[in-house]
């Protein structure tokens, strides 16, 4: 089995700070600066200026929670245009990017050939609500990749895989109850907002309003990596738990890995128990190898659930696991699910032009390098100055929390100092790194960054860490 690459005593840290973040009420201007000390300064005068006028037609402003700052203070920033392992906003500051799409990016942005092979689909139409042949050509990549796969169903996002994963698990076995992970974040379908991570635990919030008491009353919850809290769900439960779904990472409390032996025991608890298990890869799966977490890990679930890059940066996601369960899905079998633009053209050929590219020799021991060196120098930086860190990677997803750690699950992560974690965004900000928003998510390189990226941003949180 391979083990993660982590370095000890790294921990999330995710929380508000007003002095983290200096702003005028004005609609003029806004500079960002980490205190009087700092000469450098991030203006973002367009930026707020777009955001006051969306929060009158968007709720909050966005279209997806994370994305309003909530966690680390100020407003956001609007982005205009990316290219490799670059962004770049609407007042013209450009920042070596580490969201990379929250992961779908892994070749980098706008990818010229992507870009070309999308060109050449869009003369023959963005949708057909019918077969097409780009479908059956990134099935059977997907199907000689994943080692769970032996059919698969697109979809058109994450939640909407999970949404259908789970309804073919009860269908399959016949149970209705699930188990799923305190910070695991699977979408926002209703069964799968309870102790959920991701947006939900970078804002605070309580289970949703909204979700009524019945569509959760079968969801079952645990702390990840903890084997006894799953025995004893089996041992209260018995005959009536349909599946265990988990991230085989967690990226949605922040980078956590499993234990050592977590997702073997998992595998044997769910067969002992005629229960299902789903990975939910749809950040993990062709990033931590090109098999995604199941094959880096060696455990085989019964069902995987993916996005972001089998789509290339367009909508998409997928679902798919053995023969037997997926032929309970309609048409083939009575399990209903559709979609108008699910297995869409242009979603296919950005998705098959990716694959491609990572399929080449070197892809993944390039992601592990110079994400280990950068996981690494940040954690070493901020350790020479005093701070409580630790960090860890997997080829090209990573993180790092503000704690001494370890950090085994999101009771761990919550143990962050959030407001260091606020200055120390904003400061990387002004430095010209763009990290995500929340000290609960992770973060990922690409093929597009350099060896030269990765010692600009070491460069610079050496010296953020000196001023916090």
């Not at 149970?175 to 209703?190: L, M, N, T, V």
């Not at 890995?257 to 939910?280: A, H, V």
């Amino acid at each position: 089995m391979a083990a993660a690459t982590a370095i000890s005593g790294v921990g999330l840290t995710l929380g508000i700070s007003t002095s983290a973040v200096r702003s005028r009420t004005s609609l003029v201007t806004m500079a960002v600066s980490l205190d009087e000390k700092t000469n450098k300064s991030l203006t973002l005068t367009k930026s707020q200026e777009a955001i006051t006028a969306a929060k009158e037609l968007m709720p909050g402003g966005v279209n997806s929670p994370v994305r309003a700052f909530k966690s680390v203070g100020g407003q956001p920033i609007v982005i205009d245009s990316v290219k490799g392992s670059r962004m770049t906003d609407i007042d013209g500051n450009e920042y070596i990017d580490y969201v990379g799409s929250w992961g779908p990016a892994i070749i980098g942005h706008a990818d010229d050939q992507v870009l070309a092979a999308l060109s050449e689909t869009m003369k023959k139409g963005t949708s057909f609500g019918a077969p097409c042949l780009l479908e059956n050509s990134l099935a059977k990549m997907v199907i000689s990749a994943v080692p769970s796969i032996e059919m698969v169903r697109f979809v058109n996002s994450g939640t909407e895989a999970c949404m259908g994963v789970l309804r073919l698990a009860r269908a399959y076995t016949g149970k209705e109850k699930i188990i799923k992970f305190e910070g695991c974040y699977h979408g926002h379908a209703d069964p799968f907002l309870v102790k959920a991570g991701s947006g939900v635990a970078t804002l605070g919030l309580p289970d949703s309003p909204g979700v009524p008491k019945a569509a959760t009353y079968e969801t079952l919850t645990a702390p990840f990596n903890d084997f006894s809290a799953v025995e004893k769900l089996f041992e209260d439960n018995k005959g009536e738990i349909a599946a265990v779904i988990l991230e085989p990472v967690v990226g949605n409390s922040g980078f956590i890995p499993p234990k050592s032996d977590f997702l073997s025991f998992l595998r044997k608890i769910t067969k002992e128990n005629n229960s299902l298990l789903i990975f939910d890869e749809v950040m993990t799966g062709f990033r931590l190898a090109y098999g995604g977490a199941q094959e880096y890990f060696g455990i085989t679930p019964d069902l995987t659930t993916l996005g972001k890059i089998i789509g290339g940066g367009l909508p998409v996601g997928a679902y798919g696991g053995r023969r037997d369960i997926m032929e309970m899905v309609a048409p083939a079998g009575p399990m209903y699910q559709a979609g108008t633009l699910s297995g869409n053209p242009l979603a296919m050929t950005a998705g098959i032009e990716t694959l491609k590219r990572i399929k080449e020799a070197g892809t993944y021991e390039y992601l592990d390098k110079i994400t280990g060196e950068l996981v690494r120098g940040i954690v070493e930086a901020g350790k020479k100055v005093g701070h409580a860190i630790c960090g860890g990677h997997i080829s090209g997803m990573f993180g790092f929390f503000f704690t001494e750690g370890p950090v085994y699950n999101f009771a761990d992560a919550k143990k962050s100092d959030t407001a260091k974690f606020a200055k120390f965004y904003w400061g990387m900000l002004a430095e010209g790194v763009y990290l995500a928003p929340s000290q609960f998510e992770a973060g990922f390189t690409s093929l597009a960054h350099s060896p030269d990226d990765i010692e600009k941003t070491i460069a610079a949180a050496e010296k953020v860490f000196r001023e916090i």
